[in-house]
């Protein structure tokens, strides 16, 4: 949450270190995938995106919002 707190505040760079140590940290966890992903699309860094909602699709199957993403 911190993290996605921190994109949203305009700290992007911050937000994006949090997100990448939460993954490190606890891969399992899709929140930090989904967010990621996110945030690249809408930054236009499509490979990014997809491998961040990638790996949230093999954590989370058949989530709607990541097929949509």
Excluded: C
């Excluded at 305009?10 to 270190?17: D, F, L, M, N, Q």
């Excluded at 990638?54 to 993403?69: G, H, R």
């Amino acid at each position: 949450n911190y993290g996605l707190a921190l994109l949203h505040a305009g700290s992007t760079e911050e937000g994006v270190k949090e997100l990448l140590a939460v993954q490190q940290a606890a891969p399992e966890i899709p929140n930090s995938w989904f967010v990621l992903g996110v945030h690249y699309r809408k930054s236009g860094e499509d490979e990014k995106a997809l491998a961040q909602f990638s790996q949230m699709e093999k954590l989370v199957p058949n989530e709607p919002k990541t097929q949509y993403n």
